[in-house]
Structures are given as C-alpha cells and as structure tokens.
C-alpha cells in the first residue's frame, strides 16, 4: 500500500443515483473479475447505507455462483442476531440469489472477538487480495469497526483481522479487518450518505487523519457520497 491515500470524490444529486452507481460498479467489477478468472471476491459493508443497494442487487443480473463475498467487518452477537453485519446482508440480498453458502465468508462474531478474529485471519490467509472493498463512514470518521483511538491503532501492520474489544458505540466487542488487509484491493469504495457525515467528510478532505482515511490501497479509493447538499470547499 503506498503512504498516503489517494481519493477519488464522486458527488451525486440524488440517493436514486448514489445507489445506481454502486450497484453498476459492484456488477462491473464483478463482469471484470470473472471474464478474467472465473471468481469474484467482493468484502461487503455493514450498517444502513448499503442496505437498498443490496436488496436491490437480487434483481440483477448476475454469475451468482462466482461469487465469493466477505465481510469488512462484524458485531459479536449471537449467530443470526439481525444487528450482524451478516444477518442483514443475507435477508436482504444474499438469501435471494444463487450465491453458494460455502461462498459466504462469514465471521464468526459469536465466538468473541478474539477467536472470530483468529478464525477469519487464517480464512484469509489463502486470498492474495480482493477484487472489490465496499466502506462506510461513520459520523466519528471511523469504518469498518476501526473507530478512533481503538486498540487498531497500535496493532502490527501484518494483522489481516483484528479483535475490537472497546468500541464506543454498541456491542463494544466487534471484529474488523485491518486497514492493511482492507487496502489489499483491486478497488475499494466507500458507501457515505447522509447529512450527519458532512463533519467527517469535510475533516478527510482536508487531510485529518480519520480512520477511513487509512485504507490506502495502490490503486487509491473511490468516495460515494450523498450527503443531502453540496459539501463546503475545504
């Protein structure tokens, strides 16, 4: 990954055409990844903002069985609990449609955070990198569960998943993959809509060093954002 991150703004006018844009790149990178070798490893968001556009991914379509899908990262509840990251994706979007089970990477938040962690690292180990990354942004900068001040800060850079035991908004215990193995990527994108993430947005446009802003993949970042109005020139 190089030293700094390099970001690509991408404004919409409408949440209608913030969502239609990601859906178009999540099934053109998709097309690509599979016309070249026959897979498609794509890690998946949690929270609110991805939510229609995974619903309305069951309707497309797509080389379902090629696709392999990931997690940035996941809340230690028990299995099937409907605040996972996991549980959400799969009543909105992956029940529906003919991805194998075996092909839904999921972490294993019930376990706790350090064995989940432990356990999603070693899934991992095997996967050069992924053909697409999809972020958030939290209201605090952070994404994935890589909120500020959290342990992440201090871990090595060779931790591909990481135990969060001190989040600041509930659960507080949580796994996330590392800003390392998130920027390993062909293409990461973050998902950010809504009017409380101007703050957040306006601090990483000005070089504040928020959480989101760690994720450097080669290839740099593509920033989605419907925020309800025009963002104030920093």
Request: with cysteine; charged share 20%; hydrophobic share 40%.
């Amino acid at each position: 990954m190089g030293s700094s991150q390099t970001c690509r703004w991408h404004e919409f006018d409408s949440r209608i055409s913030f969502e239609q844009s990601a859906i178009n790149i999540i099934l053109e990178s998709a097309e690509q990844a599979i016309a070249t070798r026959g897979l498609f490893r794509i890690v998946l968001a949690g929270g609110n903002t991805p939510r229609n556009i995974y619903r309305t991914l069951c309707s497309a379509n797509a080389k379902w069985p090629a696709w392999h899908i990931y997690f940035g990262d996941e809340r230690c509840l028990p299995a099937g609990h409907p605040e996972r990251n996991s549980s959400m994706a799969r009543a909105e979007w992956l029940d529906h449609v003919a991805i194998p089970l075996r092909q839904i990477h999921m972490i294993s938040g019930e376990l706790g955070p350090d064995k989940a962690a432990l356990n999603y690292g070693l899934e991992l180990a095997g996967i050069d990198k992924f053909d697409l990354v999809l972020l958030g942004l939290g209201e605090d900068g952070h994404t994935a569960s890589l909120f500020p001040g959290g342990a992440w800060e201090h871990q090595s850079p060779l931790a591909a998943v990481i135990p969060v035991h001190d989040a600041p908004k509930p659960p507080a215990q949580r796994v996330s993959l590392s800003p390392e193995r998130l920027g390993q990527a062909s293409h990461v994108v973050y998902l950010v809509n809504g009017m409380g993430k101007r703050e957040a947005v306006m601090d990483w446009r000005a070089g504040v060093a928020i959480p989101a802003s760690k994720i450097r993949p080669p290839a740099g970042v593509d920033v989605f954002l419907y925020l309800g109005g025009e963002i104030p020139a920093t």
